[in-house]
């Protein structure tokens, strides 16, 4: 059974910086793309950055901030978060690629991923 758990959200500053883990079991971890996704309050869910044995991808907002990297080793996935922004408050959630090949076009649409975590909540504010 497939399990994702995010973990290292929490209240910081504008400025500052969290790193975003996410657990995985019940699968071949290096067999498939993994991406985060954020819900901001009353919005849906919004596709943020993925990963895979091609490369990393980012949605314009967060790129040269946001940074993505797994551990294949662990099986874990995380999401660097440089210069926080109070638009980066939201619930992060880890998901699973369902296919195993992936595309730089696919990778963005969260209708692709299969398995969701419960999120992680970060909050920006002073």
Same mark, same amino acid.
Not at 80 to 94: F, S
């Given at each position: 059974?497939?399990?994702?758990?995010?973990?290292? =959200?929490? +209240?910081?500053?504008?400025?500052? #910086?969290?790193?975003?883990?996410?657990?995985?079991?019940?699968?071949?971890?290096?067999?498939? *793309?993994? !991406?985060? *996704? $954020?819900?901001?309050?009353?919005? =849906?869910?919004?596709?943020?950055? #993925?990963?895979?044995?091609?490369?990393?991808?980012?949605?314009?907002?967060?790129? =040269?901030?946001?940074?993505?990297?797994?551990?294949?080793?662990?099986?874990? +996935?995380?999401?660097?978060?440089?210069?926080?922004?109070? &638009?980066?408050?939201? +619930?992060?959630?880890? !998901?699973?690629? *369902?296919? $195993? !090949?992936?595309?730089?076009? #696919?990778?963005?649409?969260?209708? &692709?991923?299969?398995?969701? !975590?419960?999120?992680?909540?970060?909050?920006?504010?002073?």
């Amino acid at each position: 059974q497939v399990h994702l758990v995010e973990s290292g =959200g929490g +209240l910081a500053q504008p400025g500052g #910086s969290l790193r975003l883990s996410c657990a995985t079991s019940g699968f071949t971890f290096s067999n498939y *793309a993994m !991406g985060w *996704a $954020r819900q901001r309050p009353g919005k =849906g869910l919004e596709w943020v950055s #993925s990963i895979d044995n091609s490369g990393t991808y980012y949605t314009d907002s967060v790129k =040269g901030r946001f940074t993505i990297s797994r551990d294949i080793a662990r099986s874990t +996935l995380y999401l660097q978060i440089n210069n926080l922004k109070p &638009e980066d408050t939201a +619930l992060y959630l880890c !998901g699973k690629f *369902a296919k $195993r !090949g992936s595309d730089a076009v #696919s990778l963005k649409s969260t209708n &692709e991923y299969d398995y969701w !975590g419960q999120g992680t909540q970060v909050t920006v504010s002073s």
